[in-house]
């Protein structure tokens, strides 16, 4: 301890100890072989705390010292808001001059976009249509007449998209607005599976029953390579046609696929009427003659491959086989076109009898015994496949015959009846 004496009135002060702590090794007696690290000097009233503890028994370790953080404080919206009458004037009058201000630049902004010529649809070039095949550029800019010299923001996206999507051949559009006075327009077509007879117009018909009109090159395009179908009308409910369309998808999927067997297959098919949903017909064209097959609604593909494993017989015991009815598991009915024709003369002197809607597919009613079944013939050599220009020929071929016997059966006014199994 020390003390230091004034230089003017020769008072005293005593100076404080600094406080000091023995080390752990100190406090036991052990011996210490290297001098204790320095250590920070401890918080104001650690020592008196220390003293205490020591009395007390308590641990003497100082816990570490951590300051307390306050509350986090609080936005009050309503201190904000002055108090005074005046004070809330003043602030609800700031507020209405910076919406007022912030409507007067968005009106101004506005305008100028509207009246600026650089953001107006000028001619049908500012306008881009892409996806279209069978669908003309024309036919589909018809739907935008009202927007050329129009801006460009005031193009009714969704209306115009609406628009395109009612044309029979957009089965969907998209419309969009490319900065500054360009319209992009994408479409995707409908694909055909079939041609469809409409009294003595031939068109085009997707797997949903949607009626299309006929391209001017369908004809000799390899793509149209399906048969004619029948039994759809103009007249008839979307669902109706849809429901005829998945019996007819149903039966080319199990007579086709990717062999040469199964193209074949598909080939021969002239005509599929859907009509009945009960009894698929179709116009088989094998070995130079036409002769309709009632198919029913099940097992197709062995129906198929049955009369033509057997027409070769039939035709040479009934050289005037017009039809086969192949719904039956022993037997098979045949129908002849000298009964045919004897149906039709008594159809003429009846006036009253309705008309058939499918001339061409009509056999007679009366037919012959059940033909024996016959042996499968043995399997042929494989012939020499022909060259692709060969078969681009011949597929044109087929379907300008196809197209042909339509137009003409659509054409004939006869007044045969309908076709009736005999079971």
């Not at 130079?288 to 491959?305: A, C, I, P, Q």
Request: proline share 7%; no cysteine.
């Amino acid at each position: 301890m020390s003390f230091k004496r004034g230089t003017s009135r020769g008072t005293a002060v005593l100076d404080a100890p600094e406080e000091t702590y023995a080390s752990e090794f100190e406090r036991e007696g052990a011996e210490v072989s290297e001098p204790p690290a320095v250590r920070e000097p401890a918080p104001a009233g650690a020592f008196q705390r220390a003293r205490e503890r020591a009395a007390s028994g308590e641990s003497l370790e100082e816990e570490a010292y951590v300051p307390k953080r306050g509350a986090p404080k609080k936005f009050n919206l309503r201190a904000s808001v002055p108090k005074s009458v005046a004070g809330r004037l003043v602030a609800a009058s700031l507020a209405v001059l910076t919406l007022g201000a912030a409507a007067v630049i968005i009106t101004a902004v506005e305008h100028s976009l509207m009246r600026d010529e650089r953001f107006m649809v000028a001619t049908s070039s500012d306008i881009e249509i892409s996806g279209n095949q069978h669908l003309t550029r024309s036919q589909l800019l018809s739907v935008f007449g009202a927007d050329l010299e129009r801006n460009i923001f005031k193009v009714p996206l969704a209306e115009r998209r609406t628009d395109l999507e009612r044309l029979p051949w957009v089965e969907h559009a998209t419309v969009m607005r490319l900065l500054p006075n360009h319209l992009r327009v994408k479409v995707m077509e409908r694909t055909p599976v079939a041609f469809v007879r409409q009294g003595t117009q031939i068109g085009l018909v997707d797997a949903n029953g949607v009626l299309l009109d006929m391209p001017q090159d369908a004809a000799g395009d390899p793509h149209y390579s399906f048969p004619v179908l029948t039994g759809l009308n103009a007249g008839d409910p979307q669902s109706t046609r849809a429901a005829r369309m998945a019996i007819y998808a149903s039966f080319m999927k199990d007579l086709g696929g990717d062999t040469d067997d199964a193209r074949k297959r598909t080939a021969s098919l002239s005509e599929v009427d859907v009509t009945n949903p009960e009894d698929i017909k179709a116009l088989v064209a094998l070995n130079g003659s036409d002769v309709l097959v009632h198919f029913g609604d099940e097992k197709f593909l062995e129906r198929y491959n049955e009369f033509a494993e057997h027409l070769s017989e039939w035709k040479s015991q009934y050289p005037k086989l017009s039809a086969a009815d192949m719904r039956y598991e022993h037997q098979v009915v045949l129908e002849m076109q000298g009964a045919a024709q004897s149906n039709a003369a008594a159809a003429t002197a009846n006036p009253a009898a309705p008309a058939a809607t499918t001339p061409a597919m009509a056999p007679a009613t009366a037919a012959a015994k059940p033909a024996p079944v016959a042996a499968k013939p043995a399997a042929k050599a494989p012939a020499k496949e022909p060259p692709a220009k060969a078969k681009a020929e011949a597929a044109k071929r087929l379907m300008a015959q196809k197209l042909a016997r339509a137009r003409a059966a659509a054409k004939a006014h006869t007044t045969t009846h309908p076709a009736k199994a005999n079971q």
